[in-house]
């Protein structure tokens, strides 16, 4: 069993920024890709960011040049840089992590909320 716990979410004000943490604990043998979802009011959850052990990312085209994952192995930690927030990004951050032959491991989520 892995535990994820983030960490870092709150209210900014749009064009302000945020920095997500997400830990992951217990059975982090072999943890691959990790990344970051999220889901607003009224929306279908969406695939923020994610990267793989390597440091290869990819991101959301709505948040493409404003937000940055990385990720330290040693301290099996994923995090994620939001930069020039917009309302549209309120929602709540679930980070996950994938093993081999396991699967995905998720987090609790975090809330944030920009306002304008």
């Known amino acids: 069993q892995v535990q994820l716990v983030e960490s870092g979410g709150g209210l900014v004000q749009a064009g302000g920024s945020l920095r997500l943490s997400c830990a992951a604990s217990g059975s982090v043998f072999r943890i691959d890709a990790m990344g970051w979802y999220r889901q607003g009011p009224g929306k279908q959850r969406e695939l923020v960011a994610a990267?793989?052990?390597?440091?290869?990312?990819n991101y959301a085209d709505s948040v493409k040049g404003r937000f940055t994952i990385s990720r330290d192995n040693g301290k099996n930690t994923v995090y994620l840089q939001m930069n020039s927030l917009k309302p549209e990004d309120t929602g709540v951050y679930y980070c996950?992590?994938?093993?081999?032959?396991?699967?995905?491991?998720w987090g609790q989520g975090t809330q944030v909320t920009v306002s304008s």
């Open positions: 990267i793989t052990r390597g440091g290869t990312t």
């Open positions: 996950y992590a994938d093993r081999q032959i396991i699967g995905r491991a």
